[in-house]
């Protein structure tokens, strides 16, 4: 465009036009009612935030019950001081939040005396919820009407509109509602989400051996939550959540520790909270498999259970000999061993990538090498409850071979079921990716993980697990994501056409 073009232009005239435009839309209907929409929403949401909350009686306690509007619909359990738990128990644009706002010590003393009590609790702990949640409906529709229609005054000075705004609020909340009746999933229970302190999380989230032997049973469920939460406010986190069960064997999974000493004191709270029979560590102990970096491996005699572990493609043969020379050690470089009553197969990573002057094999060879593995243990015909080995290029040849298999390497936890029948679980750095994981030029360190399996110790078959995060000043919190095994006992080898993928993220090969 020439500049005598850009003089001759109208510029005014334009402006004008533009302004005008601006006025018709501003005076039409669509714009009016798009504002009375507007207040309705807003008024409606101010509404339930100042006034959308019940204080109702559950079991021993005196619970809030509050609605607002959020994306992604669930339901929260606040357990002040410990932390938090949340429920993926419906799919509508509604958080249900429950806050423990009292206790009553006499029918949680009555709890204490009498452990058949909580049994005796979960026939009437339905009923009580229920009436707490029609109450919050009833009140919740109230406030946001209310609201929506005082906004509407406010903005507008017409009843008119107001009445119009209250119904949109009405419609947008009604809505809401049905969708979150008709996609409600009672048996989310049995997998909360917790966040809060570390300590808190066993005596928290609770038992998972009763969580999976009851797990159709939904008002049973929520009567053991309530049972829990009313224990810990009165004895907050000294009582012991888990007792001495010899159906259940419990492992400690950790990965990935690369030379980060904050580990062990990770790894050493989360055995003594949840109990645990062993430890696996799917490799990578140290950063570079130096002679130096040796002695990390002392701590591991120190945590008084059996440490079961596999070289990773950072650890050298040094490393291999330092974790051997520990009493609790037990090192699967290509073994079938019974270790807490499970039956486990086990090889190193046959890379060394920290010498730049060896030849490591191809992703082929890694695949290669563990086709043979797989070969192995078919010929031995053993009943392998779990491979451990650090990367999933190894493993992979297992699928349909083993029930689990149990991996490392991609700092990242991801998880998938096979048509075959065999889990893979990746975990996620225990050491937050030593350094490295501070190298991602975002600022924010990659987080700490680990999981926490339960197995059947007369099957040796996985049957829930804890998975961890760690996070905080001191990682002191924790979030804790419990996930049930659907069918624990699936036969291997054949395609399941129902099998589903479950992995949150694909498994990246290293």
Not at 209 to 229: D, I, K, T, W
Not at 337 to 355: F, H, I, K, Q, S
Request: proline content about 5%; glycine content about 12%; overall charge negative.
């Amino acid at each position: 465009m020439s500049w005598e073009t850009i003089r001759a232009y109208d510029f005014r005239g334009a402006a004008g036009r533009l302004r005008e435009g601006l006025i018709r839309v501003r005076d039409g209907r669509a714009w009016r009612w798009s504002c009375v929409v507007a207040a309705g929403l807003v008024g409606g949401w101010l509404g339930l935030a100042l006034a959308g909350q019940v204080v109702t009686p559950i079991g021993p306690a005196d619970v809030t019950l509050s609605l607002s509007p959020q994306w992604h619909g669930e339901t929260v359990v606040n357990v002040a001081p410990l932390g938090q738990l949340a429920f993926d128990t419906h799919n509508a644009p509604l958080r249900l939040e429950a806050t423990i706002s009292d206790i009553r010590l006499s029918a949680a003393q009555e709890m204490f005396a009498d452990p058949d009590a909580i049994n005796r609790m979960a026939a009437g702990i339905g009923s009580d919820l229920r009436e707490g949640v029609i109450a919050l409906i009833v009140r919740s529709l109230l406030a946001a009407v209310l609201g929506a229609a005082l906004m509407g005054l406010l903005l507008f000075r017409s009843a008119w509109r107001a009445l119009a705004g209250a119904g949109v609020s009405l419609a947008v909340l009604v809505g809401s509602g049905a969708a979150a009746g008709l996609t409600f999933n009672p048996s989310a229970i049995a997998e909360p989400r917790y966040t809060g302190l570390i300590a808190g999380a066993p005596q928290v989230v609770g038992s998972a051996e009763e969580v999976v032997g009851r797990f159709s049973e939904y008002q049973e469920q929520l009567a053991g939550l309530v049972g829990n939460v009313a224990m810990i406010y009165e004895a907050t986190s000294t009582l012991p959540v888990y007792e001495e069960d010899e159906s259940v064997v419990r492992v400690l999974h950790v990965s990935d520790i690369q030379l980060n000493p904050a580990s062990w004191s990770i790894i050493r709270t989360l055995r003594e909270q949840y109990a645990v029979d062993l430890i696996v560590d799917s490799g990578d102990l140290t950063d570079r498999g130096s002679a130096a970096e040796d002695v990390f491996a002392d701590e591991i005699g120190k945590l008084d259970v059996p440490y079961v572990w596999v070289r990773g493609r950072h650890d050298s043969m040094g490393t291999q000999r330092a974790v051997e020379a520990q009493p609790n050690a037990v090192v699967l470089d290509g073994d079938v061993l019974e270790v807490a009553g499970l039956t486990l197969y086990g090889a190193g990573d046959p890379r060394y990538t920290p010498d730049a002057t060896r030849l490591n094999p191809t992703l082929q060879g890694v695949a290669a090498l563990g086709e043979e593995q797989a070969a192995e243990v078919i010929g031995s015909q053993e009943e392998v409850d779990l491979v451990l080995m650090h990367t999933g290029t190894q493993a992979e040849a297992f699928d349909g071979v083993v029930p689990l298999v149990l991996t490392g390497g991609d700092h990242r936890r991801s998880t998938r079921l096979t048509d075959l029948g065999t889990r893979f679980l990746v975990q996620g750095s225990t050491g937050g990716a030593g350094l490295r994981g501070l190298d991602h030029g975002t600022g924010r360190p990659t987080p700490y993980q680990a999981s926490v399996l339960y197995f059947d110790s007369e099957t040796g078959r996985l049957q829930a697990r804890d998975d961890i995060d760690l996070g905080g000043v001191g990682l002191t919190s924790a979030q804790v994501e419990r996930h049930i095994e659907a069918d624990p006992d699936r036969s291997l080898g054949e395609p399941d056409p129902d099998a589903e993928e479950e992995g949150r993220e694909d498994r990246r090969t290293p």
